[in-house]
């Protein structure tokens, strides 16, 4: 809906200090202005394979998507394949990182398409106390805050937001710094592997 995007893009390199806050934020529109939204599988494999085609002259290394499917997944009920799971693929062989929201619906057994997918990283939140919130699994990879978040609103000002929206531009922003600092350091490239393993070594048990 809209202010969505501008929230999200807030939260990864706002000006309450974002998680990356000299980041470069592309707008990539993949879905509608209604409420709630609704994005179409063939507008978000346009949108993917815009960033591929455009990785180069933009210096795209994350595409962090704040956006899931109503139905939810585990290693028990396996992703289900889109149309665009190929530009999943091609994404992730061109060196940009994937970042999905894990849903909103609150099921502890189930997150949503594309972030169950194995190209993507999937991300989760939790409240201010550290507590797990809205949909997780055993798919699940990485949470942040995602419940009370003040950030950018498109009216201006600020606004407070809450979902894992709002978790997955800190995942992405965090990555996206990795990503700068090994390329900065080595001029090498952290593989999806790499940049889970170096985010792991600082991670939490959460309650």
């Known amino acids: 809906n809209t202010g969505h995007g501008t929230n999200v893009a807030g939260v990864a390199a706002g000006n309450i200090i974002g998680i990356a806050p000299n980041a470069t934020i592309l707008a990539v529109k993949v879905c509608n202005d209604d409420n709630p939204s609704t994005c179409t599988n063939a507008d978000i494999a346009s949108g993917i394979e815009w960033c591929i085609q455009y990785k180069d002259d933009y210096n ?17 009920n396996p992703c289900v394949s889109s149309v665009f799971d190929v530009d999943l693929a091609n994404a992730t062989s061109n060196g940009i990182a994937l970042i999905a929201a894990a849903g909103n619906t609150v099921k502890t057994d189930g997150i949503a398409h594309p972030a169950c997918n194995a190209n993507v990283t ?86």
């Open 60 to 76: 795209i290394s994350v595409i962090s998507m704040s956006f899931g499917s109503a139905s939810s997944y585990s290693t028990s």
């Open 122 to 207: 999937a991300a989760g939140s939790v409240d201010k106390t550290d507590v797990l919130t809205h949909s997780r699994s055993d798919l699940l990879d990485f949470v942040a805050p995602g419940v009370s978040i003040n950030t950018t609103d498109y009216l201006g000002g600020f606004s407070s937001v809450t979902g894992t929206s709002f978790a997955t531009p800190t995942i992405s922003g965090a990555i996206a710094l990795l990503l700068e600092y090994k390329d900065r350091e080595s001029s090498e490239t952290l593989n999806k592997t790499q940049y889970e393993n170096a985010l792991k070594k600082c991670n939490y048990k959460y309650k």
